[in-house]
């Protein structure tokens, strides 16, 4: 008997050893893929991989791409967030008064509020809040209002499925919900939204995400500074 009880207690450290084995090797890997990010100023980043938490303030950028993924996703102040794939996978919270433009890959919960401007031109999103003043715009065709949803003219009011294609032919389908009185759900065919800056060239100075004359006129203005110590040094 007591045999028997010593092999358990032997087997049973044995498993636990080779559990704590197991996760001080794949702790530092796991941590290494979740990669938070906050972002300030004029920082960006482009999101191509996994991350669990994304913050963004001032007047800071993202552009989530094919094969980049955020849990959470907050937008804050004057930020901006350009998705064109990958994916949002719990929810997504625009609020201050940032921009997000959505051309394509996919968010599960988005959250529009404050003074928030989102566009939707592709992707999918599964559910939509809004509230605040936010403004939400859907740009496309053969637009359609389920029970809870009411349309006036261009203007999306109450709760329930909203359906159409975009302009590439793809259909889909989000459910609304929130404060539409106060916030501003908007559906229009006329045109596509303005275009998006899918990264700023490394030359763009004035981050319209073009080089041009205003560039080369900050560059000019700029020409032969120099902080060296002593100022001598500058011109040897």
């Not at 990669?35 to 950028?61: A, I």
């Not at 794939?85 to 997504?92: A, P, R, T």
């Not at 940032?98 to 404050?114: M, P, Q």
């Not at 009011?157 to 793809?170: C, I, K, Q, R, S």
């Amino acid at each position: 008997m007591r045999s028997t009880i010593q092999k358990q207690t032997s087997l049973i450290a044995r498993y636990c050893l080779a559990a704590v084995v197991l996760l001080a090797l794949l702790g530092p890997l796991a941590q290494k893929g979740r990669g938070d990010f906050s972002l300030q100023d004029d920082e960006w980043l482009t999101v191509n991989s996994f991350h669990d938490r994304g913050y963004l303030y001032d007047t800071s950028r993202v552009f989530i791409v094919t094969g980049g993924l955020v849990h959470e996703f907050h937008a804050l102040e004057s930020s901006a967030v350009n998705i064109v794939g990958g994916s949002v996978d719990e929810w997504f919270y625009a609020g201050g008064s940032s921009v997000v433009n959505i051309t394509g890959g996919s968010v599960n919960e988005l959250h529009a509020t404050d003074s928030s401007t989102v566009n939707l031109s592709g992707g999918i999103v599964s559910r939509l809040e809004v509230s605040g003043h936010s403004m939400v715009t859907f740009y496309g065709r053969n637009f359609s209002v389920g029970e809870g949803l009411l349309l006036f003219g261009d203007r999306v009011v109450g709760a329930g499925l909203l359906t159409g294609e975009w302009f590439d032919g793809t259909p889909w389908a989000v459910n609304i919900a929130g404060d539409t009185i106060s916030a501003t759900i908007l559906v229009t065919s006329d045109s596509e939204p303005n275009p998006i800056c899918a990264g700023y060239p490394a030359m763009d100075f004035d981050r319209d995400c073009k080089v041009g004359f205003s560039d080369l006129a900050i560059f000019l203005t700029h020409w032969l500074e120099c902080n060296l110590e002593p100022p001598s040094a500058c011109w040897e």
